[in-house]
């Protein structure tokens, strides 16, 4: 992990990354963005419509 400036960019990943750790990163994030890149095949898609569904989720518990 590398820190720059007031915000954290994780460079590499020292553990799998899960969503309810990705969910807790975008939320420690100003302002919350999340770019999610990789290789075609890698996952992008079914990792964004998960975090999409877990913050919907969140937003109908609040």
């Known amino acids: 992990m590398t820190t720059s400036g007031a915000s954290t960019s994780y460079t590499s990943w020292d ?11 975008y939320r420690t ?16 898609t079914v990792l964004a419509l998960e975090l999409l ?3 919907l989720e969140d937003h109908k518990d609040n």
Do not use: H, M, N, S
Request: proline share 10%.
């Open 15 to 25: 553990w799998p990354a899960a969503v309810p750790d990705i969910l807790e990163y």
């Open 29 to 44: 994030t100003r302002p919350q963005r999340l770019v999610i890149t990789g290789a075609a095949g890698a996952g992008k």
């Open 53 to 55: 569904l877990a913050l």
